[in-house]
């Protein structure tokens, strides 16, 4: 279970007169995510998410509140405790190109994480990496390509594979298809399903984009503005959605073609 108590975060920017002023990018959010499990967090550009999805990573310090692991506080971890906790809680970033390093090939991308946090033979580690890679659906071709050598589907598999091969038990994907084509996006959806299935973990999937949210789980989050507004279950459709905010960004959708299916 991942448990996010009061979580806060503010940002001391500088004002156009040399002072500072305090920005609350995440203000007082709590939520609970259930083991095997899968949900998505929608809201429009600059409403948090990638703060929240940051701090529940271990990646970025809070403010204020706690995020609790198995009943474990992720902040208050010792370092070995939190060694062991990244191999648990992954987050794959928004933009795959930037996430990965221009100067690692495919093989060397997916090793570290395995390097880093497993103690597994040269052979064991060749192995993993190699079914993960089949997993991902990836050619073998492509290990030892950078990743200027690869497309914006591959470069997504990359990031997919290095966050998996560790089989964490929670996943946060932020916008991991965003810059993809409808296509290459529909079919990164489908493997991300078909590796939850196989790998039984909780899946966060942060999205702007409400119809990838309700393709990719029935327990969807909504923030505005720092703020967790909604929150739905069951949701299988737009109807679902009863906040007036919820309703404004279903309304706010562009038409759609009759054959819309995503
Ligand atoms: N390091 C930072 N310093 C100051 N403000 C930040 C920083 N990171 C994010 N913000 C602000 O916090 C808000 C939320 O950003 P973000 O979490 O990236 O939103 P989202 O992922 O929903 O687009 C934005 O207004 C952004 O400008
Ligand atoms: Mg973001």
Redesign the pocket.
């Known amino acids: 279970m991942l448990e996010v108590r009061h979580i806060t975060k503010q940002?001391t920017?500088k004002n156009q007169r040399k002072g500072e002023n305090v920005?609350t990018?995440?203000d007082d959010i709590s939520l609970k995510l259930k083991p095997d499990s899968s949900y998505a967090l929608i809201?429009?550009?600059?409403?948090?998410?990638?703060?929240?999805a940051m701090m529940m990573a271990a990646v970025l310090p809070p403010t204020h509140g706690e995020i609790l692991m198995d009943g474990k506080d992720i902040w208050k971890l010792t370092p070995k405790e939190r060694r062991r906790l990244r191999g648990d809680l992954q987050l794959v970033l928004q933009n795959s190109k930037g996430a990965l390093d221009p100067r690692k090939t495919v093989y060397q991308s997916i090793e570290e994480p395995l390097k880093n946090l497993c103690q597994l033979s040269r052979e064991e580690q060749q192995r993993t990496i190699y079914e993960i890679v089949e997993k991902v659906q990836l050619e073998k071709s492509l290990l030892t390509r950078k990743p200027n050598e690869l497309s914006g589907g591959q470069q997504s598999r990359v990031c997919i594979a290095r966050a998996m091969c560790l089989s964490p038990k929670f996943v946060i994907f932020?916008e991991s298809v965003s810059g993809l084509d409808v296509t290459v996006q529909k079919k990164v959806l489908d493997l991300l399903l078909e590796l939850r299935k196989e790998f039984h973990g909780t899946y966060l999937f942060?999205t702007?984009d409400i119809d990838v949210a309700l393709y990719m789980s029935d327990h969807i989050f909504v923030?505005k503005e720092?703020h967790l507004l909604d929150e739905v279950q069951n949701a299988l459709s737009y109807d679902a959605f009863q906040h007036p905010y919820s309703r404004e960004l279903i309304a706010s959708l562009p038409p759609k073609s009759p054959h819309y299916r995503l």
């Open positions: 940002y920017v920005f990018s995440v809201g429009e550009s600059g409403s948090g998410k990638s703060t929240l932020d942060i702007h923030m720092g």
